[in-house]
């Protein structure tokens, strides 16, 4: 294993990702309504929430895919401004893996994966290429390099945007619900591979509906609602013993439905 | 399913050849064909008493053919109806059946048309064939034989149809020209065929061949127009000016973080227009002194010759005209803000107001003081009040940031496109040939009617192509966007690999449509005195040698024009498929 695979050494700088009263506005509608959040170097944390709370939009402020309009946002000692080459330089330090894969159809699954480590961070296309193989490796597909991704099953599909946003040697990780879209006897391959990047250190922030997943993997457990951060708390706390009445109220839609 | 004997009832019923699980029923039969709605009823009587009365009348004119058409027919339809009736069917009756006899009305569909074709098909062959003259000879209206066509006429008038007023030496290079273009071609086809597309020397073949499709427009200019060799050899402003040109096209570019520099591609960069310039210098020179390449007066073009340059000029002009429209015109970019757009208009505008009411032109470059002070010039209140336009500045000022918050390069495109869209063709071209010169220096000598034709043309054909390109890129999932941002690719590298692949595989059917659209309202130049192939076929008609000869002549050019249609729209068709390969 190289020290790409176990994970970044260089994030002993702790606190990654600072966010300090975010506000995001769609027209007149508070959708981050002032939201804080320390996340450290290595550290897995989950964001829960009921739909429409705000949790998406937050995890796409952090690498610009959505653009906050108060507070501040520093990633690896960057802060998020206007200033292009500031965004472009977090967008290298940040992976993001989506709801519905996004790969890119008229490339093949190689090509999808190589294509930004190879015009962003300017490597010879025989070492994306071995980087790649790597990851496609690593997360159980490796024979599926030359195919095209409407030839992939979802499951498989989503394990290749997470070797996607692998190759480029992230520090941070962001998952939107990556289980949301697949079909149930899918969704354990891919939780299987981020159980797996959680163990090797990387520094995850996910957004997701798998309650399995979140009480085994995370360090913490974040509750959002309605545009609000109501409960951070440690995954046995949160489930044995949540503080927040909102947080109850969530616990038991969910768990007795 | 009188011969099949099951053993169990599960095993379902095996059908033979020639019989069918569904029975004829004359009563379902009459209700889907006739009795079956009062619409259809009338349908199949009005083409009934259509079709006989069709019939009795070519019996009386051609006996003989009528009753071949009338009897095939009923034998294919006594045919359809003993299969049907008695299980009989073989493959013929069952196609006749499925094709030609499903129904009542198509049967007689297929007689009504059948008569129909013979008609038409004999009056083309009596008339182009049978009792028609292809000798050049016999085209005059004195010998002309008139009950058939002459097809002489195409042969006789085949210079002016083919280049027009062309000098007939250069006729040479014009086949050297079609005939490098035409070998252009059938290396890209060898080179994209199935077969060879992944093989080594099949990727040479694409790689010559797109070189060659990059240089063609040079190569065509040098074959078509010539090069004329003007002292001095190196004009040092050109030289200069163009060197400068391209460093600050490539600052801009590197500034915005669109590309990246170091000393291998910057020198490429610094070098590129001295070294392209002294290269079209020296070929020049060359073919002066050789006298190969002499200059030809581009507004002799004419014929098929014009009708292809301004297909192919127009559509390889405004394609990337058309995609820079569409991306200004979904640019997302930071407006100019108001705080630095309101002084300059206030500025403007009082400076306007000034020159044009009290202003004299003592101390004002002379360029600034042409028809100042339209106060003191005015002969009636109208006038008194155009002396007061630059009030219209704070106006724009206001729309611009109010419509699309300073964004200049969505400004530009949205009015370009809305403008350009909102005018007919024809409107453009009378302005291109007949308005430009006004606005032109004087002393200037002035566009080509060529040219500005083509500069016309292309704006119009950009601003359809810009509309199109954008369809294909809004219908591009959002998802793609943010994927190639979150993965820090930058704005060209992101449309570049995975927008405009995808939107261009989409918009090949409507660009293949735009492409033959362009090529033949290039038909509409002949309306402004061009002489394309529409335009030769005016003046040919109008020839006293052959005069009135206008069917042959538009049925040509019918076929001329359908073919190369065709030949597009094929080629957009194989474009698609080999597109296609990666979304299975």
């Not at chain 2, 004997?5 to 019923?13: A, C, N, R």
């Not at chain 2, 302005?431 to 704006?459: H, K, R």
Request: with cysteine; net charge neutral; aromatic share 12%.
């Amino acid at each position: 294993m190289t020290a790409i695979m176990d994970g970044p050494e260089a994030t002993k700088v702790s606190d990654v990702i600072v966010c300090r009263d975010v506000h995001k506005w769609y027209g007149d509608f508070e959708a981050l309504k002032g939201v804080d959040l320390t996340v450290e170097a290595g550290e897995v944390v989950v964001i829960l929430g009921p739909s429409g709370s705000g949790k998406s939009t937050f995890i796409r402020c952090m690498n610009r895919l959505e653009e906050h309009q108060e507070g501040r946002i520093i990633i690896d000692g960057i802060e998020l401004t206007h200033d292009v080459r500031n965004i472009s330089e977090i967008r290298r330090e940040v992976g993001m893996v989506f709801q519905q894969f996004n790969l890119f159809p008229h490339l093949t699954v190689l090509d999808n994966i190589t294509l930004a480590p190879i015009n962003v961070r300017k490597w010879s296309r025989d070492r994306a290429e071995e980087l790649a193989m790597k990851w496609l490796t690593r997360v159980g597909i490796p024979e599926q390099a030359d195919k095209y991704p409407g030839q992939l099953s979802g499951g498989q599909q989503q394990r290749v945007a997470i070797a996607r946003a692998l190759t480029m040697q992230p520090k941070i990780l962001l998952f939107d619900e990556p289980t949301s879209a697949l079909d149930p006897e899918m969704i354990s391959e891919v939780l299987d591979v981020m159980r797996d990047l959680a163990k090797a250190g990387y520094t995850i922030v996910a957004v997701t509906h798998e309650m399995g997943f979140a009480r085994e993997v995370a360090q913490r457990i974040i509750f959002m609602d309605g545009g609000q951060i109501v409960e951070i708390n440690s995954p046995e706390n949160f489930f044995n013993n949540p503080t927040h009445e909102r947080t109850k109220l969530f616990l038991s839609q969910i768990l007795n439905h | 399913m009188a011969s099949v004997t099951t053993t169990t009832s599960s095993k379902p019923p095996v059908q033979q050849r020639g019989t069918f699980s569904k029975k004829f029923n004359l009563n379902y039969f009459l209700q889907d064909n006739i009795s079956g709605s009062r619409g259809l009823l009338i349908w199949v009587s009005i083409l009934a008493i259509v079709t006989v009365g069709l019939l009795v009348q070519q019996f009386n004119n051609a006996p003989g053919r009528t009753w071949v058409i009338f009897g095939v027919w009923a034998v294919a339809v006594l045919g359809t109806v003993v299969g049907e009736l008695f299980t009989l069917h073989i493959g013929a009756t069952r196609w006749l059946k499925e094709n030609m006899f499903n129904n009542v009305s198509n049967s007689l569909m297929t007689l009504f048309l059948g008569l129909f074709v013979a008609i038409i098909g004999s009056g083309l062959w009596s008339w182009g064939v049978a009792n028609a003259t292809f000798d050049p000879a016999l085209t005059h209206p004195d010998v002309r034989t008139f009950d058939g066509a002459s097809w002489g006429v195409l042969w006789g008038a085949r210079k002016l149809l083919l280049t027009g007023l062309l000098e007939p030496e250069h006729n040479g290079r014009v086949i050297q020209w079609t005939l490098t273009i035409l070998g252009l071609w059938a290396l890209s086809f060898i080179g994209t065929r199935e077969s060879t597309r992944e093989t080594g020397w099949g990727t040479w073949v694409r790689r010559i061949a797109n070189v060659g499709w990059v240089l063609s427009p040079f190569i065509s200019y040098i074959f078509l127009a010539g090069l004329e060799y003007t002292e001095p050899f190196i004009d040092t402003r050109r030289f200069i000016l163009g060197t400068v040109l391209v460093v600050a096209v490539m600052a801009i570019l590197w500034f915005f973080k669109v590309i990246q520099l170091n000393p291998m591609t910057t020198a490429m960069w610094v070098l590129a227009w001295p070294a392209a310039y002294l290269l079209w210098r020296g070929i020049t020179l060359v073919s002066h002194n050789a006298e190969i390449f002499t200059p030809i007066d581009v507004d002799r073009w004419g014929g098929l010759l014009l009708t292809v340059i301004f297909a192919i000029f127009v559509n390889i002009l405004s394609f990337p005209i058309g995609i820079l429209l569409a991306l200004g015109r979904r640019a997302d970019v930071q407006g100019i803000p108001y705080w630095i757009l309101w002084p300059i208009a206030i500025a403007l505008t009082a400076w306007g107001l000034y020159t044009s009411t009290f202003g004299n032109c003592i101390g004002t470059p002379s360029f600034l003081c042409e028809n100042v002070n339209l106060w003191a010039t005015s002969r009636n209140t109208v006038e008194q009040i155009i002396a007061f336009w630059p009030l219209l500045i704070p106006l724009a000022t206001w729309a611009f940031l109010r419509s699309f918050d300073g964004n200049f390069l969505q400004a530009f495109s949205v009015l370009f496109i809305e403008i350009i869209r909102g005018v007919p063709l024809i409107t453009l071209l009378f302005m291109a040939i007949i308005m430009a010169p006004f606005f032109l220096p004087e002393d200037s000598q002035g566009l080509s009617n060529f040219w500005a034709v083509i500069v016309g043309y292309t704006i119009f054909s950009s601003s359809y192509m810009a509309e199109l390109v954008r369809g294909g890129l809004q219908a591009i999932p959002k998802g793609q966007y943010e994927a190639a941002d979150s993965l820090g690719i930058n704005t060209l590298q992101k449309y570049r690999f995975i927008i405009l692949p995808q939107a261009l595989r989409i918009l090949i059917p409507p660009l293949a449509g735009a492409v033959i659209g362009t090529f033949k309202s290039s038909s509409l130049v002949a309306l402004v005195g061009m002489i394309d192939l529409v335009g030769s076929t005016k003046a040919i008609i109008a020839n006293s040698q052959w005069l009135g000869l206008r069917t042959e002549l538009y049925v040509f050019m019918f076929v001329l024009y359908f073919l190369v249609s065709s030949i597009v729209s094929w080629y957009s068709r194989r474009l698609e498929d080999q597109a296609g390969l990666g979304v299975r």
